[in-house]
């Protein structure tokens, strides 16, 4: 089934073209990857899938429904959560206070019960506590859950940042660039969960990486960005034996 669709989609800076024209599909419970040279457009695709960027043209239908000129914030509320290149986390607060934060889409209490903390507030907030606690299990993470995340090695730290946005409760997880600036032990670990991710929670996933091993190994279809265009789509084996997509990487 078609969760996500990206129809001829462009986004221009003036005189700098983004993207242009790009079709691209994301199936229910798949781990699509977007690949392509440094500045072929993977990043703007996720700001414009995200809602950071609005697009100049085209449609991005979430299950039929144009979310292209959303906010972030309904975005999220949609289903769609992210991580980024550059850690985002908030480096003096406890790794339970992180993974919280994720939580905050879905807490609906006016201002009287979250000031009294009673009622629909206490149960939202217990609810989140049971939820934070099953992610930190999943991710392995229990022996830091009280500590700074500023304290922690920076392959901790991603794994925490994928939990707040698990936290967010997802139909679709943008993770850019999950594995870089990492060593080969964490690269595994973070493949490994990120297969889970999908395999377990049945969580699609959208994954932009420069790592080729980790892409040919687990992603399901692959799609190639250049200077903003697709060149290539299909299956890690087809992508690897395309013309363009060897002339992009290598030069002719």
Do not use: W
Not at 24 to 29: D, F, K, P, S
Not at 52 to 59: F, I, N
Not at 141 to 163: C, D, H, M, T, W
Not at 165 to 174: D, E, F, Q, R, V
Request: hydrophobic share 45%; with cysteine; net charge negative.
């Amino acid at each position: 089934m078609e969760l996500l669709e990206i129809k001829n989609l462009s986004l221009r800076f003036g005189g700098i073209i983004a993207l242009t024209a790009l079709d691209m599909t994301v199936r229910e419970g798949e781990l699509h990857a977007v690949i392509g040279p440094n500045g072929a457009g993977k990043t703007s695709l996720f700001n414009c899938i995200s809602g950071v960027y609005h697009p100049t043209l085209g449609e991005i239908l979430l299950r039929g429904e144009n979310i292209s000129h959303l906010k972030p914030n309904e975005i999220a509320e949609k289903g769609i959560a992210r991580t980024f290149q550059n850690i985002e986390l908030f480096a003096n607060m406890s790794v339970i206070d992180n993974l919280m934060l994720g939580c905050h889409t879905h807490m609906t209490s006016g201002i009287l019960s979250c000031s009294l903390f009673f009622g629909k507030a206490l149960r939202q907030e217990e609810e989140s506590r049971l939820q934070v606690e099953r992610i930190i299990d999943f991710l392995e993470i229990e022996k830091v859950r009280k500590k700074a995340v500023g304290s922690l090695p920076y392959g901790i730290q991603k794994r925490v940042e994928f939990g707040r946005a698990l936290a967010m409760k997802p139909k679709i997880l943008l993770l850019d660039e999950p594995v870089a600036g990492m060593n080969v032990e964490e690269t595994e670990d973070i493949a490994r969960f990120v297969l889970d991710i999908k395999e377990e929670m049945g969580i699609t996933i959208i994954m932009v990486e420069h790592d080729m091993g980790v892409v040919m190994d687990i992603a399901d279809t692959v799609t190639v960005l250049d200077f903003g265009s697709k060149i290539g789509e299909g299956s890690p084996l087809e992508v690897q034996s395309n013309p363009k997509v060897i002339a992009a990487y290598l030069g002719q």
